[in-house]
């Protein structure tokens, strides 16, 4: 199964009606429902009781549609029950530490699969590194089963697990980490460092945002609708890029018929690493 192409994911709290009617409409790549932190603890049965009516509506203009649940076992065990179903595609894993963690819920969700008649692997995971712990086990979080499709680090989680605040010293290295690991194993790297809770600020989010595509990021999580816009654009390919990437590609055509595999372009020497890259920046502007 392909990996996705989620420049932006947009937070939902899933109890709150206003914000699922209008969230097909900002634009974002993937909705996330939420169960877990953004709804109080006495709404959350009723925010998994509306899930169905929720994913069919955020789904209006086809974005993906995931689903977090919460941690703990009990309150796990009822949200997976209520987010294993048709139109799903895939479930956010909050403070996820280890790959036994993810192996469980994903044999949770294959039984559920077969007894409901649903595709079996079609729902992916998105984990979630939010303790210090954790750090220590990403590949083996990253490779722990076929379902894992993306990896991001909770910023807010992890400063307070380590008993700091969300700033980019603390943050630099765990979202490296989780890139790293993530690109690996084949995984979508999601993230930015800084926090998640900024989105007043749209010029200080857009140079976040852009310095984390950079670094290798492919997307980023929203809590806000306006940090959408911003995601969507700095984790696609500008014009510029797209001009020298395919300015890259004519030189290497040209290159090959000379025999060879190392050129020069505008007083830059450009050798098979530097073409792949430009390879793969209009594969992704292909996939708009």
Do not use: C
Request: without cysteine; negative net charge.
């Amino acid at each position: 199964m392909s990996v996705p192409r989620w420049k932006s994911l947009l937070f939902v709290p899933a109890h709150v009606s206003r914000f699922v009617e209008t969230a097909h409409e900002r634009g974002a790549d993937g909705i996330i429902l939420d169960l877990e932190d953004s709804v109080p603890q006495h709404q959350k049965g009723e925010a998994r009781r509306q899930l169905p009516q929720s994913v069919a509506k955020v789904a209006r203009k086809d974005a993906s549609v995931l689903v977090r649940v919460n941690r703990g076992l009990r309150a796990l065990a009822v949200d997976l029950d209520a987010a294993v179903m048709a139109g799903v595609d895939a479930l956010v894993l909050p403070k996820t530490d280890s790959a036994e963690w993810v192996l469980e819920i994903a044999n949770a969700v294959s039984e559920l699969e077969r007894e409901r008649n649903l595709p079996l692997g079609h729902i992916r995971f998105l984990a979630q590194i939010e303790t210090p712990g954790a750090l220590q086990r990403l590949t083996a979080i990253a490779s722990a089963h076929p379902r894992m499709v993306a990896m991001a680090l909770g910023p807010e989680d992890f400063s307070v697990a380590v008993g700091g605040s969300p700033e980019f010293d603390l943050l630099l290295m765990p979202n490296l980490s989780v890139l790293f690991a993530a690109r690996a194993a084949g995984l979508l790297p999601l993230g930015f460092i800084g926090s998640i809770g900024e989105f007043s600020d749209t010029y200080k989010i857009r140079e976040t945002a852009a310095h984390a595509r950079r670094l290798g990021f492919a997307g980023a999580l929203a809590v806000h609708p306006t940090q959408v816009a911003v995601f969507n654009e700095a984790f696609s390919p500008s014009a510029e890029e797209l001009k020298w990437a395919r300015d890259v590609i004519a030189a290497e055509n040209d290159a090959a018929t000379r025999g060879l595999s190392a050129f020069s372009l505008n007083g830059k020497m450009i050798d098979p690493p530097v073409v792949r890259r430009a390879h793969e920046i209009l594969a992704l502007a292909s996939n708009y």
